[in-house]
């Protein structure tokens, strides 16, 4: 159990939020030229990183507002949180 | 040829105080080139190389384990077997399993303490009895034992359990498999240790791999903390780091690694005879033969490695075991532990061929896979040593997310992930 820093709300403890997993997959532009491999890349295939990950949020039981995390996924440590269309805080 | 474990030798050893007992497996340096290395010492690692050099034939294998063998999710499950799943291709692949778990113990001579104590699914809503129902016909159309039980029967067959009316989820129904139960979780390692051991596979623990060494399309081998080990083929049977593996190989697999929490009470005398999993309520119950309470939690919705969950999934997981079982409102709980699983988009393994020639991966088991460990073992053996997939895993390949042809177990598998 961890404590998220919600934009919007300021400090919580992670049993209000909901993980929207990894954080900026593009949706394809085009989606009606994917190729199968192309849409099971976009759908299914993650990182799952073990060490810092840049992930997405929602407070589920607060603001309902989604935003960015950037947390250590070994030890549970965030680094950052920014809001949604803001730049990630390290190049990724 | 190792010593057989008897009554026997047990009375032989009791004269010299059990001090000169034969190690079970020894503990080498790996050597320079092995025909295949299993990267995970667990259970499915072990079972694999069992049975590469049983039924294949295969001589020159090596198991390698970051820590010590059995000491990662197989040490930390809640040992539960059952093969009551909804669909044929998980029906065939888990019962293939149960089936090797009843000759496990004589195959082994090794006791992994196998009880057929049944496993029984409880249904707390109209749609959780209708697809308990609907997967009771499956199961028997499938040819796995399974029986619908209302209300009362339920209660006859578990009599602690309350079956009021008035509690927030009551009790509707249920379903049994009396084939299911649980089993010692380290004696299936220790056992498939031995054995595999004994036809000369080589065990390497304290040995964590950092690298997989490629050439175009190819492996070549793995960097490791003990050095270089130079191999044609590579099995990774690494559970909640399978992803880390892949990493280094340049792959990305469809996989998301997750705390999943278990606990168990302090030993008390004999309460509950059976295995009961409530998929509703998320609580999942039985006892082990030292008298503890051990009790299954949910994963958490966020990815980690830490092996440590939320305090609030032990919290739902103890109010619903408390409002269905009262008896246990005083007992107090000695361990709580997480392990790190991975689990696919459709709850189903992957046991598979990579787009890297000589690389294999037996991942995705999510929070069922040790129920699976001897068929799994069995048909990744298959898939190393054919380079082609044995019929039953057939349909969990990595080509499924492709494809789109998904064996989705997501609750429709008698529990929720």
């Known amino acids: ?92 | 040829m190792k010593n057989k474990y008897s009554i026997f030798s047990l009375v032989k050893n009791a004269f010299s105080y059990h001090e000169n007992w034969e190690k079970a497996w020894k503990d080498p340096e790996p050597k320079k080139e092995y025909e295949i290395v299993i990267i995970g010492g667990g259970g499915h690692g072990l079972a694999t190389a069992y049975y590469l050099a049983k039924k294949h034939n295969l001589k020159n294998i090596a198991v390698v384990e970051k820590g010590w063998i059995g000491g990662g999710n197989t040490g930390r499950n809640t040992t539960i077997i059952r093969s009551n799943y909804l669909w044929d291709a998980s029906a065939g692949l888990y019962d293939h399993a149960l089936k090797i778990w009843e000759g496990l113990s004589q195959e082994l001579n090794y006791n992994v303490m196998f009880s057929q104590r049944g496993v029984m699914n409880l249904a707390h809503n109209l749609q959780d009895v209708r697809d308990l129902k609907r997967r009771t016909h499956a199961n028997r159309l499938n040819g796995i034992d399974a029986v619908y039980l209302n209300t009362e029967q339920v209660k006859k067959f578990c009599p602690i359990i309350n079956t009021s009316p008035d509690i927030r989820y009551p009790v509707l129904g249920g379903t049994l498999q009396r084939r299911a139960g649980t089993a010692r979780h380290d004696a299936v390692a220790w056992g498939y240790a031995r054995g595999a051991d004994e036809m000369g596979v080589d065990i390497i623990q304290n040995c964590e791999v950092k690298g997989i060494k490629r050439n175009g399309n190819s492996v070549e081998g793995i960097e490791t903390t003990k050095g270089f080990i130079k191999t044609k083929k590579i099995g990774v049977v690494a559970a909640g780091h399978s992803s880390v593996i892949a990493n280094m190989a340049g792959l990305r697999l469809p996989l998301e690694s997750k705390p999943l929490q278990a606990l168990v009470s302090e030993p008390v005398k004999p309460i509950i005879d059976t295995v009961v999993m409530s998929n509703a309520v998320h609580a999942y119950v039985s006892q082990s033969d030292k008298g503890e309470l051990v009790i299954g939690a949910g994963t958490d919705d966020y990815i980690s490695y830490s092996q440590k969950g939320s305090h609030d999934i032990v919290e739902g997981t103890l109010n619903a075991i408390l409002e269905l079982y009262p008896i246990f409102s005083r007992m107090r709980m000695l361990r709580q532990w997480g392990g790190i699983v991975d689990i696919c988009p459709d709850a189903s393994p992957i046991i598979s061929k990579t787009s890297i020639k000589g690389l294999y991966f037996n991942c995705g088991w999510g929070t069922g896979g040790f129920k699976a460990t001897p068929g799994s073992g069995d048909l990744f053996a298959h898939t190393i040593a054919n380079d082609e997939p044995h019929k039953l895993n057939a349909a969990f390949n990595l080509n499924r997310f492709v494809s789109g042809d998904l064996v989705d177990e997501h609750g429709a598998a008698a529990v929720a992930h």
Request: proline share 5%; net charge positive; with cysteine.
């Open chain 1, 1 to 92: 159990m961890f404590v998220i820093n919600c934009p919007y709300c300021g400090e919580r403890e992670q049993s209000e939020f909901k993980a929207g997993g990894e954080a900026h997959i593009v949706r394809p532009k085009q989606p009606t030229e994917l190729s199968d491999d192309q849409w099971a890349e976009y759908l299914f295939m993650r990182k799952n990183i073990k060490g810092i990950q840049f992930e997405r949020w929602v407070h589920t039981h607060g603001c309902r507002k989604w935003f960015n995390v950037v947390r250590d996924t070994s030890n549970d440590e965030i680094t950052a949180v920014y809001k949604m269309g803001e730049k990630p805080p390290t190049n990724k």
